[in-house]
């Protein structure tokens, strides 16, 4: 398990999904931040669907994975659209996906519409041998059914939960993170997206318990390290997470 007090440079590269979802962002804009995260090492870039195929082209030959977003970001879109959107994208060069589950139906309490509806998303990803994270977008609910939401996820065979899109009213929280961690199993992992945007944030929610966090602040943080590092003074110090990317 990841540590603030151990982490690597290396290994917190790995960590982060270098964020690129903006709705204005134009080609140029996702070429260069393909760029910075060549340059930082990161996991994954993390684009909108249009931009899968340019986005595989500019990291191709690099160690830096390309993920997209499914049903992003309400989670309203019919299944078979999402699973539609989702092979579309691995037929693009995606190999991880982040899709949003159908928040009003959960908060309807339709437990069995979104389980389907991220099993049909899961299946169709894992048959191809790539992963999924599950977006919640904790803002809109309570802990009862963030706590449905993991068990849920679980029985689907969902790579990940994940907090937030970052476009809701508030994004991750420390709280948010141990009630998400605590509520599946070691078999499913955990991310945080939505206002981690310092070193001291990303530490912080290592410590919860994430193997992945979504940034668009990919090149403060990682500077912020090494000079920290330098220093040695690399641990974790006081975080604070804000609302959206």
């Not at 090492?41 to 390309?66: I, Q």
């Not at 509520?183 to 981690?196: E, L, M, P, T, Y």
């Amino acid at each position: 398990m990841l540590s603030s007090k151990t982490i690597t440079y290396a290994q917190l590269a790995k960590v982060i999904d270098h964020s690129l979802l903006k709705p204005e962002l134009t080609e140029q804009e996702v070429i260069d931040g393909c760029k910075l995260a060549v340059k930082y090492n990161t996991a994954t870039v993390c684009v909108k669907p249009c931009h899968v195929t340019l986005t595989a082209d500019v990291l191709k030959d690099t160690d830096v994975k390309v993920s997209t977003v499914i049903g992003f970001p309400h989670g309203s879109n019919l299944t078979v659209i999402k699973v539609a959107e989702a092979q579309a994208a691995m037929d693009e060069g995606a190999v991880e996906l982040d899709m949003v589950l159908n928040i009003g139906q959960l908060r309807s309490g339709k437990a069995d519409f979104v389980q389907a509806d991220i099993k049909a998303v899961c299946d169709a990803a894992h048959a191809r041998g790539v992963k999924v994270k599950v977006i919640f977008e904790n803002a809109y609910l309570t802990d009862e059914q963030k706590i449905l939401a993991c068990k849920l996820c679980e029985a689907a065979g969902a790579d990940w939960v994940k907090t937030s899109t970052g476009f809701a009213p508030s994004g991750a929280t420390l709280e948010d993170l141990k009630l998400m961690r605590a509520n599946v199993s070691d078999k499913v992992q955990v991310k945080a997206a939505g206002g981690v945007r310092a070193l001291d944030a990303i530490l912080a929610v290592i410590d919860a318990g994430c193997t992945r966090c979504g940034a668009t602040a990919t090149a403060a943080i990682l500077d912020e390290f090494e000079k920290r590092q330098k220093e040695g003074t690399a641990g974790a110090g006081d975080a604070k997470l804000g609302g959206g990317y």
